[in-house]
């Protein structure tokens, strides 16, 4: 009954943490890491073969964007979600797919110019379609035998549709536990989905810190008010509103707003002005939100369902999914409102409109959601004067504003709000899903403010045994050597090449050098101790696995 914790540790992306119960492997969440990497993760430690089920807190990429490279490296066991999170997985990985395919592409015809073999993408819309076979749904609340000695249950976390903590009751030998997985917890009065639910009891809790050292702000925010005067101002420059926004979620909750917006007129002048949501996923996560059980909402969202109201649309809403139709919007001289994604600015179409609105004065950029470090949207919010697109400096002379309090995630006092709800505590609690400063900040405050007996902020790597409650590894944080930013696909053939200071012969002769010198070291081992040569056979064959299919 042990845990060991693969990703999101002292980051926010990436989630992957492994469970072991009587003798089976199970991971809950598989993410893909985003934005800025600071610290080392491990491998998973066993072949993704031995995995035998997956428990997916949510949708979002990453904790759900590795799944299918794990199904390409041997995965075949099931991946318990909940219904909504399943039907928005359809969308999402298939749409990760298909960026994995286009980069790859990009970077072979890149590396075939300068005579280097093409580019494998670490997953094709084939794997993610094996995948999606082995979605489980599950309904909320509902406690389902997901293995020997293993009840699963999900419970609303109100941060996304379809988003859940996963309890996980756990019985090895005559020691039974249950731990809880907070996933990603939601803000409260968010629109469309629930508030989060919480959990009565647990051994063991792992919680996320995104935001553990941040408040949202004591008022409750006006975002129909705040939104309103944004869209006006922007307009009334003769400018547009561009709101990067995440495809699935934040684009719908904007929708939902600007609806009311529009129904109380709380724009002035500017008639039935337009909207582009300029995101094909951005669309078909809409319908899939407007397909959804009216168990996943809010009752205001299933009031106006009740009278036959579709919160998600109005007039002067248009849906752009050709790339000529994105285009085109940046053609048209009227003041607009376009909503694109990607939500930090690191990838999507959103970079075009940026491109084309950043230098404006007249425009106003909004963002609406988490800018990890790293990221072009969190240069934007920081001040940066100047930015690269697709190989052109463009000057940032649009104002660049934030919808404050705006976040999927639950501040430090919901975060608190979340853990002092059980009746009977954890006595340990993880904290994980945040950056440095952060998840410490938070992991202090349970230990000394909120009596909270063990507290671990543990680092990738780190082996925690839940039956005995004792720490068997505890890793160190490994800092990522810097590296230089990485070219966007677009910007190919205005990409300057930095000046090489090794030759890549000669890195390659190094490379056979290293590889000489394995071998030399493995003839070296004939008569040792056999621990010894199982470990290095097995650390020979972890690195030979690591690099196989990149
Ligand atoms: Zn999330
Ligand atoms: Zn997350």
Redesign the pocket.
């Given at each position: 009954m042990k845990l060991t914790f693969i990703g999101a540790t002292h980051e926010?992306t990436g989630?992957c943490t492994l469970l072991e119960l009587n003798g089976k492997n199970y991971l809950v969440d598989c993410g893909m890491e985003q934005g800025q990497n600071v610290f080392e993760n491990v491998e998973i430690p066993v072949s993704p073969s031995l995995i035998d089920s997956v428990f997916l807190t949510h949708a979002?990429i990453?904790?759900s964007g590795l799944l299918p490279l794990l199904y390409k490296n041997g995965f075949s066991g099931a991946v318990y979600a909940t219904e909504a999170t399943a039907n928005l997985c359809r969308i999402m990985l298939r749409d990760s797919a298909h960026i994995q395919e286009s980069d790859a592409e990009w970077k072979s015809r890149k590396a075939q110019r300068s005579g280097r073999p093409a580019v494998e993408p670490l997953y094709t819309l084939d794997d993610a379609e094996g995948l999606l076979q082995h979605l489980r749904p599950v309904p909320y609340a509902t406690q389902v035998q997901a293995g020997e000695g293993l009840l699963v249950r999900f419970t609303d976390a109100g941060h996304l549709l379809g988003s859940a903590s996963v309890e996980l009751w756990l019985t090895e030998g005559d020691v039974t536990k249950k731990i809880v997985f907070s996933g990603?917890i939601g803000n409260l009065d968010q629109p469309i989905i629930k508030d989060p639910q919480y959990v009565d009891e647990a051994d063991y809790a792992v919680i996320?810190s995104t935001y553990g050292d941040r408040l949202h702000g004591t008022e409750k925010p006006d975002y129909i008010g705040e939104l309103a005067r944004d869209i006006q101002d922007a307009l009334d420059r003769g400018g547009n509103l561009v709101i990067p926004s995440f495809a699935v979620g934040r684009t719908q909750e904007i929708l939902y707003f600007i609806r009311q917006i529009k129904l109380e007129g709380l724009v002035k002048g500017h008639g039935e002005f337009k909207v582009y949501v300029d995101s094909p996923l951005a669309n078909e996560a809409t319908g899939i939100f407007l397909q959804c059980d009216r168990s996943c909402f809010d009752p205001d969202m299933v009031e106006l369902m009740d009278q036959g109201v579709n919160p998600l649309v109005f007039p002067g809403l248009e849906v752009s999914v050709s790339s000529e139709e994105s285009k085109a919007i940046n053609f048209d001289a009227t003041p607009k409102v376009i909503i694109s994604a990607s939500g930090m600015c690191d990838a999507g179409r959103i970079r075009h409109h940026l491109k084309h609105n950043l230098w404006r004065e007249s425009s106003i950029i909004l963002f609406v959601g988490y800018q990890a470090a790293g990221t072009l949207g969190r240069n934007l919010v920081d001040g940066m004067e100047s930015v690269k697109l697709f190989g052109e400096d463009i000057a940032v002379n649009a104002e660049i504003r934030t919808l404050a309090g705006k976040s999927g995630h639950a501040d430090k006092n919901g975060l608190l709000a979340w853990i002092n709800a059980f009746q009977k505590k954890p006595h340990t609690v993880f904290v994980n899903?945040g950056e440095d400063e952060s998840c410490m900040s938070f992991a202090r405050c349970l230990r000394e403010e909120q009596g909270f007996k063990t507290v671990v902020a543990p680092y990738s790597g780190t082996v925690y045994d839940l039956a005995a409650d004792a720490m068997v590894y505890e890793a160190k944080g490994v800092p990522v050597e810097r590296k230089a930013p990485a070219e966007e696909p677009a910007a190919a053939d205005a990409a300057q090449e930095k000046p090489r200071s090794v030759k890549p012969q000669q890195l390659y002769n190094a490379l056979q050098e290293a590889a000489k010198r394995l071998s030399k070291l493995a003839k070296r081992f004939e008569g040792r101790p056999n621990k010894d040569v199982q470990r290095l056979t097995g650390d020979i064959n972890t690195l030979c696995d690591k690099w196989q299919n990149k």
């Open positions: 926010v989630s979002h990453d904790h990603d996320e899903h």
